[in-house]
């Protein structure tokens, strides 16, 4: 039986839709952050070492970072759905954009908001950072020109991979770039519409509450 480890308002909301997207039984547990620091609580550390979310649990085996649970659920239990076929070349640029989203894409985001809560003593840097903020979000932006999807015509799992980091320009202060770049807010809009999305943006708020199905 597939769990995922679902700490509320984080990267995890990205894989319970990928469950629901599947429709894959699964159990889900919830852990809320700690009120005062926003961190994840100490139980994550005992599933594994960095106490990060999301993390998946299949028959005993516990994967950890997104784009590796991703593509496990998807090579897995997808049954040849969210993702091209392996030889093609559009599972080049799936793979691709799997990577691209915590590899890439999250770096300038976390630097905008960490170094941004530094004041004075980090505009220095601040020039720098937003001038990757749009270098990132222009390459994004032109990979979407023309397509509603980042792969080939499809909705795949990197589009799932990808939202988060749109939804973390808003959430880091770099909301700026869906001005600038109107197709961006459209793809989120065409995502945030998926009735998959919706029943796991409604599962990861209630938790197992929300739904028999566990
Ligand atoms: N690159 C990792 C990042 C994991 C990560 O940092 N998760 C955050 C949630 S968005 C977390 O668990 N934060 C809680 C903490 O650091 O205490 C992934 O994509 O899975």
Redesign the pocket.
């Known amino acids: 039986m597939l769990k995922l480890h679902h700490?509320v308002?984080?990267?995890?909301q990205r894989i319970l839709w990928l469950l629901e997207e599947l429709g894959l039984d699964y159990e889900l547990v919830v852990y809320p952050?700690d009120p005062k620091?926003?961190?994840?609580p100490p139980e994550?550390k005992a599933i594994h070492p960095?106490?990060?979310?999301?993390l998946l649990a299949d028959d005993g085996r516990v994967i950890?970072?997104?784009?590796a649970?991703i593509d496990y659920l998807v090579r897995r239990h997808g049954k040849g759905r969210l993702a091209p076929a392996p030889d093609s070349a559009e599972y080049d640029d799936y793979v691709h954009w799997l990577h691209y989203?915590?590899g890439s894409a999250?770096l300038p985001l976390m630097l905008n908001l960490y170094v941004g809560r530094l004041g004075e003593a980090g505009a220095p840097i601040m020039p720098r950072i937003s001038g990757e903020v749009k270098n990132h979000f222009g390459y994004i932006s032109g990979a979407l020109a023309g397509r509603d999807y980042l792969v080939g015509n499809d909705f795949s799992a990197a589009d799932i991979q990808m939202s988060f980091v749109l939804e973390a320009a808003r959430l880091t202060g770099a909301q700026e770039v869906f001005q600038s770049l109107p197709n961006l807010g459209a793809y989120l809009e065409r995502l945030h519409a998926r009735p998959a999305y919706q029943r796991a943006l409604q599962r990861g708020r209630l938790g197992d509450r929300g739904q028999g199905k566990s």
Do not use: D, V
């Not at 620091?37 to 994840?40: D, E, K, S």
């Open positions: 700490l308002n984080s990267r995890s952050r620091t926003g961190f994840a994550l960095l106490g990060k979310s999301p950890a970072e997104s784009g649970i989203a915590e999250m």
